[in-house]
């Protein structure tokens, strides 16, 4: 059973940065992909950033330039680097990861996240 545990998230200015960092257990082999979504209030969850094996990245519009994904290979913690937080940028940032392997019908888990608040 794949376990991730986000930590990391806290109160910020805006302005200012934080890094998230992601821990994947419960596997041996490598992720699909592997990344950060997150959930602002009253808000429908979205990508914010992924990298996939080869170590290809994907960011929100909202977010390039901003943000840096990194790690993630070979089962290393996977990290968010976020400069220049915005208040649109408070919400609860989930680490998201896609297997190759189906095991028990899953091949995607879900962190239980972490909140990330920015204060104007």
């Known amino acids: 059973q794949v376990h991730l545990v986000e930590s990391g998230g806290g109160l910020v200015q805006a302005g200012g940065s934080l890094r998230l960092s992601c821990v994947a257990t419960g596997t041996p082999f490598s992720f699909k992909t592997i990344g950060w979504y997150r959930q602002g209030p009253e808000k429908q969850r979205e990508l914010v950033a992924t990298?996939?094996?080869?170590?290809?990245?994907e960011y929100s519009p909202s977010v390039n330039g901003r943000f840096t994904i990194s790690g993630g290979n070979r089962k290393s913690p996977v990290y968010l680097q976020m400069n220049d937080l915005k208040s649109e940028d408070t919400a609860v940032y989930y680490c998201n990861a896609k297997t190759w392997v189906v095991v028990d019908g899953r091949s995607e888990y879900w962190g239980q996240g972490t909140q990330v608040t920015v204060s104007s």
């Open positions: 990298i996939d094996v080869d170590g290809t990245t």
